[in-house]
Antibody, heavy 123, light 108 residues
Framework: QVQLVESGGGLVKPGGSLRLSCAAS????????MSWIRQAPGKGLEWVSY????????NYTDSVKGRFTISRDNAKKSLYLQMNSLRGEDTAVYYC????????????????WGQGTLVTVSS | SYELTQPPSVSVSPGQTARITCSGD??????VFWYQQRPGQAPMLVIS???ERPSGIPERFSGSSSGTTVTLIISGVQAEDEADYYCQSADSGGTYAVFGGGTKLTVL
């Protein structure tokens, strides 16, 4: 079945860096856009970034532009999020999700989602 | 920045109907998607494109749309429906995804 498994979260100091990974299985990875969505502790969901099927097109929420970089390796069926210059407000569970964005409709819905990986930014 | 507005909480007794609203200036232009998130779990789609129920979602889940307000309707609420519910749509320019603040559904 379709499965997404995130990894790479952890505790990092403000200003530090972290690279998240998401391993996909059970579907043709290269056929789908992919997104990262985060949820701060006890808070709501916030879309962070998406990447197109080939990786050519990317987009970011304003608060992470210039600090985060999304990428993918279709041969490895993997999605990545490089996070630099981390701040306390970046503390959250980060979910990768299959993004149903298409030429006809974008943004679109997300699903399924991985189980998430916790990133804590604190000194 | 563009916002989708949801009530923070809704409470209903088992068997009653729960209605959770989502309001936004651009909702007459873009579809809304609804997600259920149980404690400790990832979100799961329960309603697509305002009113469409994905396969595997119980029939008691439905959606309606009127102008700039979209409503998630859960008929005959069961204890297992207790969860946080989020609406999602596009920003006013149709560029990126936006989520509502979430509504905690409590089954009394």
């Amino acid at each position: 079945q379709v499965q997404l498994v995130e990894s790479g979260g952890g505790l990092v100091k403000p200003g530090g860096s972290l690279r998240l990974s998401c391993a996909a299985s059970g579907f043709t990875f290269s056929d789908f856009y992919m997104s990262w969505i985060r949820q701060a502790p006890g808070k709501g969901l916030e879309w962070v970034s998406y990447i197109s099927r080939s990786g050519i097109y990317t987009n970011y929420t304003d608060s992470v532009k210039g600090r985060f970089t999304i990428s993918r390796d279709n041969a490895k069926k993997s999605l990545y999020l490089q996070m630099n210059s981390l701040r306390g407000e970046d503390t959250a569970v980060y979910y990768c999700a299959r993004d149903h964005c298409s030429s006809d409709s974008c943004p679109n819905w997300f699903g399924p989602w991985g189980q998430g990986t916790l990133v804590t930014v604190s000194s | 920045s563009y916002e989708l507005t949801q009530p923070p909480s809704v409470s209903v007794s088992p068997g009653q109907t729960a209605r959770i609203t989502c309001s936004g200036d651009a909702l007459s232009k873009y579809y809304v998607f609804w997600y259920q998130q149980r404690p400790g779990q990832a979100p799961m789609l329960v309603i697509s494109q305002d009113t469409e129920r994905p396969s595997g979602i119980p029939e008691r889940f439905s959606g309606s749309s009127s102008g700039t307000t979209v409503t998630l309707i859960i008929s005959g609420v069961q204890a297992e429906d207790e969860a946080d519910y989020y609406c999602q749509s596009a920003d006013s320019g149709g560029t990126y995804a936006v989520f509502g603040g979430g509504t905690k559904l409590t089954v009394l």
